[in-house]
């Protein structure tokens, strides 16, 4: 990264700086004397921002109010956040709901993943959307939108979300080293392999975010023409898909399948991080004909992304339907065994199958791994107003995954079946942390004082709870199945009530936090009794 020995001074309109290269286009040190904007609190230093090449040169214009023409140029340089963050459509725990889906429901569930995908670029858009108008990121809007004992709350379930996401993730990287290796390397080998990703992602970092943002843009090739190859392979009816895309379906035989789909989509650690990173763009948030054209980049670029994160889980699931569907493997197959099952009834080929599925998905869960640390030092300096150093951030969210991970390899390394109840726990902690991450969006979104001029209208807002609450519904759904089939004995179902008494009483306070209630008996309630609590 070059250095400069002092500020860096814009050059006025008639004595203009040759073009640079995107790589290389810094932006000025900060100058900004108030505490509360050094340069380790920020998503992104001022020296990682890239600007934006003919986006910056008319900032000091006086027409700060129009919205600049569609350029190619600026959609490519504003490309990057949304595959980013398009990543967790496809880790591990993704990966496995699609091929569960496809095993079990056939075709029938395409038309819910691609419905699920839609829900999911919305909630998406909105994150994308309060980082590029407040010019902060929603751990830090939450920080300053609720009180200490709140905040503290928030800040430990998303801790504790992305703690389950980073299990599921880092397994599925183990399970693809064991399959690579031949069975050489054992899942907590993997391990130990995959949390050297943390090192890898520093040493990437330090290169800019535009090497940064290409790595995973191999990364992300790497799963496409992996999970195409098999979809080429497999020759799946193109009219059942065709049908399964266009007709809805569902029966009680596949309504866990659906939950999952569903479920798999929304990862609260994606909410907080897609809001920073779109700011590794420079955008004046003052400026708002600009802040407009960096949404309405932002939406094209991340609509891409998610279309191809769903062609890739598109591909997934119609292998698994093809090959599995109605046979007595179905209910089987995981992650753990899925190489396995596809090598039986594919075969070798040109190159075994087996291997393909391996690399795809060590793609997959290297790629997510690396940005569930991104996200876990946004949400740990956010929440915390903590001036650590990146590397150190990094390395202290990147232990608080690695710890319990390895624990739980060596202690569920005892069979597939039991990786598979580890993974079911998992989704259940995923799906129950998705309200805390969705709630104080989607109120902070609808302020004016916040968002100023860019908060969602009423049409939006609407539509926004709707998916909102249809997520939480089903994610709902998929906790009380689970409870219902593992809880046992009086003392777990009594720990069990309580904890879902205080976790519905908290959901209740955020929605009234966001005056989405109107009785101010309730708002005292819960304002001075739960914080009493």
């Keep these: 990264m070059t250095q400069h020995s002092s500020p860096i001074i814009y050059p006025t309109t008639e004595s203009k700086p040759e073009p640079e290269s995107e790589h290389h286009t810094l932006l000025p040190l900060s100058t900004s004397s108030s505490p509360t904007t050094t340069a380790d609190e920020n998503a992104f230093e001022s020296q990682q921002k890239i600007i934006i090449d003919g986006f910056d040169a008319d900032l000091f214009s006086d027409d700060s109010t129009t919205t600049p023409p569609f350029s190619w140029k600026k959609l490519w340089l504003f490309t990057g956040p949304g595959f980013l963050m398009s990543i967790a459509f496809l880790d591990p725990g993704n990966l496995e709901g699609d091929l569960q889906a496809g095993a079990v429901a056939g075709y029938s569930l395409l038309w819910l993943l691609m419905w699920a995908t839609i829900m999911g670029l919305l909630i998406q858009l909105l994150s994308a ?14 920080r300053e939108e609720y009180p200490n004992w709140a905040r503290l709350v928030l800040w430990v379930m998303a801790e504790v979300a992305l703690t389950g996401a980073d299990i599921q993730e880092v397994i599925g990287s183990a399970i693809a080293i064991q399959i690579l290796s031949n069975g050489v390397l054992p899942i907590w080998a993997g391990v130990v392999i995959t949390a050297s990703d943390c090192f890898m992602f520093l040493l990437l970092e330090n290169y800019g975010v535009r090497n940064l943002e290409a790595v995973f843009a191999v990364l992300i090739s790497t799963m496409g023409l992996s999970f195409a190859w098999m979809f080429a392979d497999a020759k799946p009816s193109g009219k059942e898909l065709l049908i399964g895309l266009l007709v ?95 090598e039986k009834i594919y075969g070798g080929g040109f190159v075994p199958v087996l291997y393909i599925w391996g690399i795809g998905l060590l793609a997959a869960g290297q790629s997510s791994t690396i940005t569930g640390t ?78 100023g001029s860019f908060k969602i209208g009423p049409t939006l807002k609407k539509i926004a709870w709707s998916v909102a609450a249809l997520v939480m519904v089903i994610n709902g759904y998929l906790l009380i199945d689970f409870f219902v089939a593992e809880v046992n004995g009086f003392l777990f179902g009594s720990l069990a009530v309580t904890c879902t008494t205080a976790y519905v009483a908290f959901i209740l306070y955020l929605i009234n936090h966001g005056n989405f209630l109107p009785s101010t008996w309730f708002s005292n309630i819960f304002n001075k009794g739960y914080a009493n609590i």
């Excluded at 959307?129 to 939450?142: F, N, P, Q, Y």
């Excluded at 809001?275 to 955008?283: D, E, G, T, Y």
């Excluded at 996200?375 to 650590?388: H, K």
Aim: charged letters at 15%; glycine letters at 6%.
């Design 129 to 142: 959307r309060i980082g590029v108008a407040t010019g902060k990121h929603l751990s830090e809007l939450c």
């Design 248 to 342: 809805p379906k569902l029966s009680s035989r596949t309504i866990r399948q659906a939950v999952g789909v569903v479920g798999c989509v929304i990862m609260p650690h994606n909410v907080f991080l897609h809001s920073a990173l779109v700011q590794s763009r420079k955008i004046d948030p003052k400026k708002t004909g600009r802040v407009q054209e960096a949404i309405n980049y932002y939406t094209i670029e991340s609509s891409i992304a998610l279309f191809i994160s769903f062609m890739i889980n598109l591909c997934v699931t119609t292998v698994f339907a093809k090959g599995f569907h109605n046979t007595k493997q179905a209910d089987s197959i995981g992650l753990v065994n899925a190489g396995q099952y596809l």
């Design 374 to 451: 991104y996200a876990g030092q946004f949400i740990m300096g956010g929440f915390l107003d903590l001036r650590l150093k990146k590397w150190l951030r990094a390395l202290i969210t990147r232990s608080c995954a690695i710890v319990p991970t390895m624990i739980v390899a060596l202690v569920f390394n005892k069979s597939e079946a039991s990786l598979d109840v580890l993974n079911e726990w998992l989704n259940v902690l995923q799906s129950v942390q998705i309200p805390f991450a969705l709630i104080p969006l989607l109120t902070l979104v609808s302020k004016e004082e916040v968002m």
